[in-house]
């Protein structure tokens, strides 16, 4: 009877563990680049099919400066701004570009920004960025999806290279790892 009993325990501790454990991420043979920013490429299998199965979609974009300075100049023109304005708009513009994050998750709780935490390292593997996002809760999207955008001021670079950015969420214990192209 001792021995059923001790059977009985060790399986089920096995099987709790083996539920907490979880799988590691699909990768792609190549880097694939994104649809919506081609200064991102994605290394781990991350597209709206999974998130449509279960809910882990997580995408990032960058925008360089001289991309946002000639917004920014279009926008003056088109809106007539004073100098004024227009000094101040120059002066909030991140040196390094803006990354946009953005993560799909099910249910308000999980989409909270906090639970993820970013690492960029260049070919050397030396971390140049590494920030934890402000908490908050997502926004109902569709179905039983939550979304949650954050813009994150990103590191200047000397010169132009490619960094391995790694996004880890704490409450799914899943990476994503993606390779963007600073400017």
């Avoid at 279960?54 to 360089?64: C, E, I, L, N, S």
């Avoid at 003056?76 to 120059?90: C, H, I, K």
């Avoid at 179905?143 to 960094?163: C, N």
Wanted: some cysteine.
């Amino acid at each position: 009877m001792k021995k059923i009993l001790l059977l009985v325990t060790l399986l089920s501790s096995l099987a709790a563990s083996a539920q907490m454990i979880t799988p590691e991420r699909k990768r792609y043979m190549r880097p694939r680049k994104d649809e919506e920013c081609a200064l991102v490429q994605n290394v781990t299998k991350n597209t709206d099919e999974d998130s449509q199965k279960d809910a882990t979609m997580t995408r990032v974009a960058y925008r360089p400066y001289a991309e946002m300075l000639t917004a920014i100049d279009a926008q003056r023109e088109m809106n007539r701004w004073a100098d004024s304005t227009y000094q101040r708009r120059l002066r909030l513009l991140p040196p390094g570009g803006e990354l946009t994050v953005t993560m799909y998750r099910r249910g308000a709780a999980n989409a909270d920004p906090s639970l993820l935490s970013l690492s960029a390292k260049d070919k050397e593997g030396k971390e140049v960025f590494t920030q934890v996002l402000a908490p908050g809760s997502g926004r109902f999207w569709n179905q039983d999806q939550y979304k949650s955008v954050r813009s994150i001021p990103f590191v200047k670079m000397e010169t132009p290279q490619p960094l391995t950015l790694t996004i880890a969420d704490a409450k799914l214990k899943h990476s994503f790892e993606y390779i963007v192209e600073v400017r």
